[in-house]
């Protein structure tokens, strides 16, 4: 596809995603199957309570990532300005939209140039996975975290995607020794992500074996392609092929609870669907490290780097009401809480 | 806050919890999941029928409580008078909303002196517990117990409210030395309560452990304050962070179960989403000793005494019902029954 | 309550149950969790498929019976003459609405007299249970058995229905020996039946052990008293109790398998929320030895016996399809019948 | 009934099902109780995914059938035509409807006739299995199948919708023998199949010892023949009647297990409700060797061929998105997947 094509989609789902419903069909994070038990008697003092974690190597003030979104365009420098201002100004890690575009010498390609604007925190470069079946490699990879400055790089997978998509790029055989491959040769480390469809435990564990550093599973629940796709395709079997399968993907929940089953050491970042602070208190009880917002950001990212600000702030206010309400006063207490139901079994009550 | 702010904020609860929505998103007090199973034969006469308990040392024509509702405005007085005529009237406790403004000189503190309407049946004066942080003790609790003449006291618990209506009082630590402190130099019993979210039996441990002498669990599924913050906030952040916690809070059923499998023989008061006699005889089959009504009976306290008297009686009446239902006559049988099916489980046919 | 007042009530009840909705809420026969598994090859003549029975020692077109509802009115007579007509031209048992009005020399009381219309099938004549408390014994009941020329007589218990309504005849103390005199007694047999809320195992027994020869179960998921009383009542009291009690009553499903887990051997009528011959169908597959239909029948009975005689029919033939369906071809074979799903298990599969 | 009769109620029947809503009531294949496992890194090159499969000693292109539908009428040649034309192109197998109109010499008998139209693709005569009580035998049976020149010949069994539509043909008695002789005399291999209602493992067992050899179970939760009499019939009887069996029947689902358990060997095909690839893709994950559609194809069937094509090719391109989301690269290992969810027990987390 023309590179003019691809900004012109790219463009397409920023707009969908701002105006129309592109949740799936019944299809839920799972995460309102957890609950937590509230204390009634917190004994902690709200003002005390610590939101501070460590992810690549640095300090940030919240457990919160921005999640890869965009890049390669006018709109998309401007949302990707204001989302690192706000990272940088509350202490979130930043991911970029995929990143390709810079090598093919796009000529937006300063829309990823960050750095400048995110001076401290992580920031994370991003490459489809399978565009190492086409032409790319641990050199290119390299050159992605050199001209972004990154801490990080995201392979990411997105094969339903994909398919739904354009059928552009399918082929994903034999991906595994060149992933592993880029994890030998890169400065940095290498994590994994979804893009909405969700990684589970088997496939995580593979990944893990090959170099990778850090999962984000990007589960279903939240923003979904397929919807994505059966509001912007004009291709009807395209459009009735997306309504087919606008249930697909591993709820975000299962994706976290199956993966953490399979590594218990490895960060996993917990993506899709995630919408408040509770959501994130949530998937951290059950094996989040870092938890991946998306689409929560998005509207505001198109209005200004306050709004931005506003919305992370909101987020980390409800994370931190979760945890007076279950008395709890670091994240490492709120991981370890036994005042949580899941799927109706209270580990409190045992 | 200062007074005039207090007064306006209890103002609007009234107001808002007398005409919106109230009650929490997808929450209820889980008494639905207990059914009794109807006595075709009941074997007992209806006029025979016994609802007389003992409560705070004295004898009630019913296991019922005016639940904890407000004082310091005109409207209050107004209201606080009509709960307690009718109370007399019909022999029920009752409790006072907070007490806190009469230590502080509030020029409506006489809207808390109800024992001139209410001569014999008990009244439970109110303190927030967290004020045991802030500058009050057991002198204080004194006092409001002194000039309400009150039979007991309420400390209560209301973390979440506080940290979503206003990040007012929010240090709760160590107040349990505080509470137990309390509970010695106190010359009436202390009761503890919470405003809607629940009391589970851990918790309910340690307050007996410290001297408490009875729980009222107020559980979630009745009136809900992330509900009433919703409605009433201006500030956008509390807005979505009072939506985001829709959801919060331990069902009243559970905070009973929970507290009655840790504490056997501690009296416990179920409130929270109590409507009907039907509700108050389900709490009382799984363990609950008084039930507590608040906002049920708040549009007919703005009325006039007599109106709050046909909702007691209408309350009576159903529990009546329920006890002819399954052929008991008095509340020890009803505690006893095996007519009931527990959440799909029924007793009676084990 | 005088005649008068005991005329307009019924009357009323009968008009409500035509126009108005009258199941309780959230409450059904339980019976939508029973589904037979179709047999493709059913191996039999449809027109071969049996459905006589036997009942009070008469043979049975079908093992069907007019419910109890009405007499003692020019409406009521006019009902009744065209149920018996349809009863005894499709050979379906009968029963009368209570027939107490008879013994208090009511001027409608040929409105009772239907053995002219029904000269060969059962007619089981009624009494309130509670009336034994309340002055009436065994003569009269014989009395109210020679008058109607019946087969045997039902004792109903109704205490929710007389609370919910009038708070009339409220003495259930002490009647299981008074019953007992009644079946001694009596030189017909003497059935036990419910109004919809429904006889469990446990009461079964106990009125089986004093001598009752069969038990109508009349469970909860048809007509719901407390629904046509807060549609009825004009005292707030009393309306509002109704409403508390829209969910009261034992679903007849779960009757029927109480009933016969407890008594192997005596027949059970199922009724409460009987509509279509596959009801029928599904309650003959648990345990039920006749089926019993009350406000089905009513709206065409307000029209004439070949109304009657056509939903008659229309019942009869759903069995029949039924039965075709898993392939049995008489009602002992339905009985034994593998081809059954209760809730999610299957009996086929095992 | 006349021909002309049995013309105008298949004419009724094609127009209800292409206007109206002819599914059941609370029905559904079961199939959406099954999920698949998302697999991330699929490994597989999606243009190397095959989806060819042997039926009936013919290579298909896809395991995909045409399920039979109709015969006799104007329209009925015009749709079969176009099926045909569009069976060959894509190498689906493809059933006629009932064929006993061609033995009854029925003037449309030529829209029978579609070997002209698919010389190379399996084509399954249809002949109702209760006809074998009505005068025809292994002699008709393989007229039919020389004149249309068949690989095979359908016998449906129609019970519940013989009853439901005019209480037609009714004796199903002693079909088995009957069936078993079919099955020897014929030169081809006989299915039998249901038109909506299922078959279960018991009964699939039977028909396998008298010789057929393969199941197409045709289950609940597509086309509801009570629902499309229940729209057709002006009988009040019958009307109501189905309206009562709206929830009859076994779900596709259920039946595709309980055949498979019972016979490991034997072809099965899972028809009724088969909507997209995704269906399929759960069918042939439980046990299903092909799948067939019927009204599915009917809308596109009375436009063209080209209509009727590009369905067939949107449910190949689905069921293809399936395989490459599970990383499966043919039907074989489609079928051995363990990364799928079955009634929320995942088979790869075991
Ligand atoms: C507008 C938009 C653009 C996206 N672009 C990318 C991308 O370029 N690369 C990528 O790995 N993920 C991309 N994603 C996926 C997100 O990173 C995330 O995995 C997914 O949206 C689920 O999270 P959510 O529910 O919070 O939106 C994009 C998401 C959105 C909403
Ligand atoms: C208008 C209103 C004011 C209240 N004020 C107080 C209060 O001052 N102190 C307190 O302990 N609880 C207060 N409550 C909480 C109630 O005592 C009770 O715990 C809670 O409302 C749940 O019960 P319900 O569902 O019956 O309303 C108040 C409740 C309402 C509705
Ligand atoms: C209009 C009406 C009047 C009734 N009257 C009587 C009665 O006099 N005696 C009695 O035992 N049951 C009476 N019943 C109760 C029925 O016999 C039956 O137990 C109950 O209605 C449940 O059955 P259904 O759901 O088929 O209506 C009456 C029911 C109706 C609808
Ligand atoms: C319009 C129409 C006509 C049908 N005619 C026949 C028939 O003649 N013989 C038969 O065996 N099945 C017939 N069927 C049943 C189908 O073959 C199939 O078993 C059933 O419709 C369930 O599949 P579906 O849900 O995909 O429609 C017919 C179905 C339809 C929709």
Redesign the interface.
């Known amino acids: 596809m023309a590179e003019e094509g691809i900004n012109k989609r790219k463009t397409e789902h920023i707009r969908i995603c701002l105006t129309d419903n592109v949740e799936g069909v019944n299809k839920s994070t799972g995460l309102e199957g957890i609950?937590?038990?509230?204390?009634?008697?917190?004994?902690?003092?709200?003002?005390?309570i610590k939101l501070e974690t460590r992810f690549l190597d640095k300090t940030l003030q919240a457990p919160f990532l921005v999640s890869s979104m965009t890049g390669g365009s006018e709109m998309a420098a401007e949302i990707n300005r204001n989302l690192a201002i706000a990272a940088e100004e509350r202490g979130w890690a930043i991911a970029l939209g995929s990143t390709r575009a810079i090598l093919e010498g796009d000529k937006h390609q300063d829309s990823f140039l960050i750095r400048k604007y995110a001076p401290t925190v992580p920031i994370i470069a991003n490459l489809g996975?399978v565009q190492l079946n086409y032409g790319y490699g641990a050199d290119e990879a390299q050159k992605l975290v050199d001209l972004t400055e990154a801490d990080s790089l995201y392979l990411h997978?997105n094969?339903?995607q994909e398919?739904?998509q354009d059928?552009g790029d399918?082929?994903?055989?034999?991906?595994?020794p060149k992933i592993e491959e880029v994890c030998k040769q890169l400065t940095v480390p290498v994590g994994?992500k979804?893009v909405g469809?969700?990684?589970?435990?088997?496939?995580a564990r593979?990944?893990h074996d090959a170099g990778v550093a850090y999962i984000d599973v990007s589960g279903?629940g939240g923003t979904s392609w397929s919807q994505v796709e059966k509001l912007r395709s004009k291709d009807?079997?395209r459009k009735?092929?997306a309504e087919?399968?606008n249930?697909?993907?591993?709820p975000t929940k299962d994706c976290i609870v199956?993966v953490k089953?399979n590594l218990h050491q490895v960060p996993v970042v917990a993506s899709g669907g995630m919408?408040?602070?509770?959501d994130a208190a949530k998937a951290i009880t059950i094996g989040a490290d870092m938890i991946g917002f998306a689409r929560t950001l998005l509207q505001a990212a198109t209005e200004s780097a306050e709004a931005v600000n506003?919305v992370m702030?909101?987020i980390e206010?409800?994370l931190k009401?979760?945890m007076?309400?279950i008395?709890v006063k670091d994240l490492k207490e709120l991981k370890n809480t036994n005042r949580v139901e899941i799927m109706g079994k209270s580990l409190?009550?045992g």
Not at 35 to 48: G, K
Not at 170 to 176: G, I, S
Not at 197 to 203: A, H, K, L, N, P
Not at 247 to 250: F, H, K, S, Y
């Open positions: 609950s937590f038990i509230h204390n009634a008697l917190p004994e902690v003092n709200f003002h005390d996975a997978l094969s339903l398919i739904i059928e399918l082929n994903f055989e034999d991906l595994l994994v979804e469809f969700g990684i589970d435990g088997t496939v593979k990944l279903a009807p079997l009735a092929a087919a399968f249930n697909w993907g591993i199956s089953n919408k408040t602070g509770l506003r702030e909101q206010f409800e009401i979760a007076f309400g008395g409190l009550e």
